[in-house]
């Protein structure tokens, strides 16, 4: 599997030990010609999972990709994928929650979209600015559709569980799956452990719920 990390805060890069601001990144990816990606991915310590990095070059590189229009600026990281040649079961590109060329890159690069949701009102708000950004982006990958999306953080109140219920009988919005992330304070721990969640506190609740997830992601994408 790929990760690819397409934050320029590098979170995912610096959990997995390849954020190198002396080696190439996704920055290098959007605005190079002909990047042979093989020389940008990092492999990791756990075993299948190698990572494209990024770092805060990807601000300089947004602003590149913009100012050159000599060739086409949304299709950059789709067109390097296809060059992988279906090295990787799986590509997974977690995104920051901009609206900026490197975000636009990666949608058009996808086939599915799943979108994390943390119930407060600014995330509901963005719901709608998203499915339009993605239905604006379908010329240039037909393939493209929304997955769904699932909350996170969740906790039993009010709040929550309102939430959750409006975006169950909303999904006319975005589909939702039924699975569920809870709130853990073990996620935060994994992060200064260095560990994926379901290495470092496999049993906590969180855990469970991601591998729901993925599950019931994958039962959907095989049509079961």
């Known amino acids: 599997m790929l990760l ?15 954020y190198d601001y002396d080696k190439p ?3 290098d990816v959007l605005t190079g010609r002909d990047v042979d990606l093989s020389k940008v991915i990092r492999q990791t310590k756990f075993e299948n999972l190698d990572v494209l990095p990024a770092n805060l070059s990807l601000l300089r590189a ?49 086939d ?49 569980t309102a939430g959750l219920k409006y975006l169950r009988e909303k999904q006319t919005l975005i589909p939702m799956f039924d699975a569920v992330i809870s709130k853990t304070v073990k996620v935060d721990e994994s ?13 906590t609740r969180a855990a469970s719920d991601y591998c729901a997830l993925a599950e019931e992601y994958l039962g959907r994408s095989s049509g079961g």
Not at 4 to 18: L, M, P, T
Not at 70 to 83: P, Y
Not at 191 to 203: D, N, Q, S
């Open 191 to 203: 992060t200064f452990k260095g560990e994926p969640l379901l290495k470092y506190a496999p049993k």
């Open 4 to 18: 690819i990390d397409n934050d320029k805060q590098g979170n995912a890069s610096k959990f997995f030990g390849a």
């Open 25 to 27: 990144s996704i920055a």
């Open 112 to 160: 599915d979209i799943l979108i994390p949701i943390k119930i407060d009102q600014f995330a509901l708000d963005g719901l709608e600015i998203l499915t339009e950004q993605a239905e604006d982006l379908r010329s240039f990958n037909p393939r493209l559709k929304i997955a769904g999306g699932f909350v996170t953080m969740y906790q039993k109140n009010n709040v929550n």
């Open 62 to 110: 947004d602003k590149e990709v913009l100012l050159d229009t000599a060739r086409a600026q949304q299709t950059r990281l789709k067109k390097a994928l296809e060059n992988l040649g279906g090295l990787y079961d799986y590509v997974i590109i977690d995104n920051a929650p901009d609206l900026n060329i490197s975000n636009i890159n990666a949608i058009v690069a996808s």
